[in-house]
């Protein structure tokens, strides 16, 4: 029976080795959603600044929720509030999606010469470029509203990249659960909903009384929210401890949730 290796450097060497296979894909899952839509790839704009509406109207005029009680702007709700759905929103999509990667791919597991480990990286890729979208919107509504950005804007990839990692390994294991555990989509459908309300999205961390409050950093979303969100508006340098302890832990659970989809691949096509 065939070996696949499960090594760190064989983690980034077969993406590597596919980048070509790896493009495609994800171009051709950008453009397929969009297929035969009137407005095409116009509706990645659309779709950020429609949800980013919604929530800014029920917040702050249904709820008349504030980010800051000293500072009655909406703006300052809407940009705060985007920033954190950018971060949610790229978990979510490959949360999501990953249970069904290789389930519904069926003809690809039967095929040896493909290489099942980039299909999480492909769906990773196209959530990317939605999150770069909206981030361009981001930064082109703070220009226009604000004024120009912070120098800070620039240490995002240093906290994006762990947190990629982190959902790259989580995207692998789950894409492996998925064949032989079919509630796993079930389960993370409702913990996406879970983790929407229960992420500093809608609200500060302050506001969760102070004896609580460090259960709220259970979350994984929770530090990196904060610290994209210090980067892009508040104009804070990241906490640099924190974000080393991101890069480890990142690289960990990229590297281990690699390691079990190659343990376990080879049981893909007894399942399917």
Not at 63 to 85: I, Q, T, Y
Not at 116 to 138: D, M, Q, R, T
């Amino acid at each position: 029976m065939r070996t696949y290796p499960a090594t760190p450097v064989e983690m980034i060497a077969g993406l590597w080795r596919h980048k070509e296979l790896i493009y495609v894909s994800a171009k051709r899952e950008v453009l397929g959603r969009y297929r035969g839509s009137l407005l095409g790839l116009l509706w990645s704009f659309f779709n950020p600044l429609f949800m980013l509406a919604v929530y800014t109207f029920v917040f702050s005029e249904v709820f008349k929720a504030r980010w800051n009680a000293a500072n009655d702007s909406k703006v300052e709700f809407a940009l705060v509030l985007f920033a954190g759905l950018l971060v949610f929103n790229l978990f979510a999509e490959c949360f999501n999606r990953a249970p069904g990667l290789v389930l519904g791919n069926p003809n690809y597991v039967k095929k040896v010469v493909f290489p099942l480990e980039i299909l999480p990286f492909v769906v990773l890729l196209s959530a990317l470029y939605h999150a770069a979208i909206s981030l361009g919107v981001w930064l082109a509504a703070y220009v226009l509203l604000i004024g120009m950005p912070h120098a800070t804007v620039f240490y995002l990839p240093l906290i994006v990249i762990p947190f990629l990692m982190f959902v790259m390994g989580l995207s692998w294991a789950l894409a492996s659960l998925g064949v032989f555990l079919r509630d796993v989509s079930q389960i993370t459908s409702v913990l996406t909903s879970v983790l929407l309300f229960l992420s500093p999205i809608f609200f500060p961390v302050t506001a969760i009384p102070e004896g609580y409050r460090h259960l709220l950093y259970f979350n994984p979303l929770t530090g990196v929210i904060e610290q994209v969100r210090a980067v892009l508006y508040w104009g804070a340098a990241p906490d640099f401890q924190l974000v080393t302890i991101y890069w480890i832990v990142g690289i960990c659970i990229a590297w281990i949730g690699f390691a079990w989809f190659q343990k376990t691949r080879k049981g893909f096509a007894d399942v399917l």
